[in-house]
């Protein structure tokens, strides 16, 4: 896939307030300072598209844009930021499920994983949730230039037996490097293979709070 366009459409403090469900979706999403905001703008060739920042915790809202016109990528708050306060954990852990599991034209969640760490708790957790939701995900691999052959295939080992220990099979799985541009063609062919799994809403369709359509 060719990216040829890439605009901020808008951001949305509840799911009532994303863009009608009229294009296919996908998500990406992570821990705080996964380094997803480096990966957007890498994926569609852009320096600030999706804003960085090197303090956890900076995106706070659901942001849409609108890629080529005809699918929307998704820059999600990242969970597990344990510096912010216990009522903001409750509101972004409601935000994050509240969007996945009643946005209708979601196609797949990419989870980013820091592929310079063994797994995580919660990575393992929001990994569980989404498979006890029936929600497709892939796993996006962050950062591996920042460490060897041997350590990030030890990583990734513990993934693996993690995953099938549980799930039975491996999801996609994506290495990446923004630094590098690392893996920006496999997970574009990844959306442009699915995007046929998108449904479009019957023609006149109208769309109310709740993201439902009404004819």
Not at 56 to 82: C, E, M, R, S
């Amino acid at each position: 896939m060719e990216i040829k366009s890439a605009k901020f459409l808008k951001s949305s403090s509840d799911n009532k307030g994303c863009p009608p469900p009229d294009k296919p979706e996908f998500a990406f999403i992570g821990r705080s300072n996964v380094g997803k905001s480096s990966l957007i703008n890498m994926l569609v060739n852009q320096k600030d598209l999706a804003k960085t920042s090197s303090k956890p915790g900076k995106t706070q809202l659901i942001n849409h844009f609108t890629i080529n016109d005809n699918w929307y990528l998704v820059d999600l708050p990242g969970y597990g930021y344990a510096k912010t306060s216990k009522t903001n954990l409750d509101k972004f852990e409601e935000l994050i499920s509240n969007y996945i599991t009643k946005r209708k034209n979601l196609i797949s969640v990419i989870i980013l994983i820091d592929s310079r760490l063994e797994l995580q708790k919660i990575d393992g957790e929001f990994m569980d949730w989404c498979t006890q939701h029936e929600i497709p995900f892939a796993l996006a691999f962050t950062k591996v230039d920042k460490l060897g052959k041997n350590e990030w295939a030890s990583n990734f080992m513990k993934y693996k037996k993690r995953l099938t220990d549980y799930w039975g099979e491996l999801p996609d799985i994506f290495v990446t490097s923004a630094e590098k541009r690392q893996g920006k063609e496999e997970i574009l062919n990844y959306i442009e293979e699915n995007l046929q799994y998108f449904v479009p809403p019957p023609k006149g369709a109208k769309f109310d709070d709740d993201d439902e359509d009404t004819i």
